[in-house]
């Protein structure tokens, strides 16, 4: 069964500090990788999707890399904003999508 | 893309009613269909997905049913609610490329 580790649970930084989330998985028989924001109350927002064959993926201020043969993927987020406080959930998909528990991040103004 | 349509987005039912959730989807055609609860404070937990009409696979043991009666429609159930029941319960498409999800249904069961 897959198990999916994001480390740490929380973080709380000043604005403008750089992000690093970290996600570890157990099987690396996987089709993809995929980060999700969830703000309080509400569903999840895809933000980055990492195909197995690929090392990373950008978009913005976010760059995921891949690293299946170890099981790991790390999401940057440069120059961190208030508006990026929020959950960030890390998915694998090995035909079904298993999840870590998630980081909760708080930026400070 | 693809659009996930949850409804209603919140639900106070009492102890023993039962519970029908709709989950519909645009987009996509032949998708695979995902039920998830998230439990106040905890992570996502599988409770069911479906490849294709009419076939349902159960995650946990519980006191919850899923239908899937049309290609981009997915339906979870409950004869009778329990208090562990209570939830906030999201449908997800998905995830041959990449998954998407809806805005989610909170149930309170009281």
């Known amino acids: 069964k897959q198990e999916v580790t994001q480390i740490p649970a929380a973080l709380s930084v000043p604005e403008g500090e750089n992000l690093v989330l970290n996600c570890s998985f157990t099987?690396?028989?996987?089709?993809?990788l995929q980060w999700f924001r969830q703000d309080p109350g509400k569903g999840l927002t895809s933000l980055l999707l990492?195909?197995?064959?690929?090392r990373e993926q950008t978009s913005g201020r976010l760059n995921a890399s891949l690293d299946k043969s170890s099981g790991r993927s790390t999401l940057y987020i440069a120059a961190s904003q208030p508006g990026d406080s929020a959950t960030y959930l890390c998915a694998v998909n090995d035909y079904k999508l298993s999840f870590g528990a998630g980081t909760t991040v708080t930026v400070r103004a | 893309s693809q659009t996930i349509h949850q409804w209603p987005a919140t639900l106070v039912q009492p102890v023993g009613s039962p519970l029908s959730l709709e989950c519909t989807v645009e987009?996509?055609?032949?998708?695979?269909l995902y039920w998830y609860r998230q439990a106040a404070g905890r992570g996502l937990q599988l409770l069911f997905y479906s490849v294709g009409i009419g076939q349902i696979s159960s995650e946990v043991p519980q006191n919850l049913s899923a239908s899937r009666p049309q290609d981009r429609q997915f339906i979870l159930s409950s004869k009778k609610l329990l208090l562990s029941d209570s939830g906030f319960y999201l449908c997800?498409?998905?995830?041959?490329?990449?998954?998407?999800f809806g805005q989610g249904t909170r149930l309170t069961v009281v």
């Open positions: 099987d690396s028989a996987i089709y993809n």
């Open positions: 987009g996509t055609s032949n998708p695979n």
């Open positions: 990492i195909q197995s064959s690929q």
């Open positions: 997800a498409s998905g995830p041959n490329t990449e998954a998407f």
